[in-house]
């Protein structure tokens, strides 16, 4: 699990990195389970994502978000990577 937070006022450097950050996801849907922005409360603001990845090593998913156009523009303030156990996953058990 990747998890990433802006940098304050950023907004605008997002939007800018949109695109680009778009057409990377689609370079490594393979190792993507799920992935989206995190909203504000009225759902209308981006500030950071959560990324759920399929991958073996924390080096690769390091690897995998230095990459990301979001990062290497300078959008995150701080990005957290801990592993998590797929238990459910589309409706469906994994245990």
């Known amino acids: 699990m990747i998890e990433t937070f802006d940098r304050d006022n950023a907004y605008d450097r997002r ?6 950050h778009l057409q990377y996801l689609e370079t490594v849907a393979d190792k993507l ?3 989206g ?7 209308q ?5 959560l990324y759920l990845v399929d991958v073996d090593t924390r080096e690769e998913a390091e690897a995998l978000i230095a990459a990301d156009p979001f990062s ?10 801990q592993r998590w156990r797929k ?8 245990l």
């Open 15 to 20: 939007l800018e990195l949109r695109d680009e």
């Open 87 to 94: 238990a459910y996953l589309d409706g469906k058990s994994f």
């Open 37 to 43: 922005a995190k909203l504000s409360d009225d759902g």
């Open 45 to 49: 603001t981006a500030d950071g994502g």
């Open 33 to 35: 389970l799920a992935c």
């Open 72 to 81: 290497q523009g300078g959008l995150f303030r701080e990005v957290r990577i």
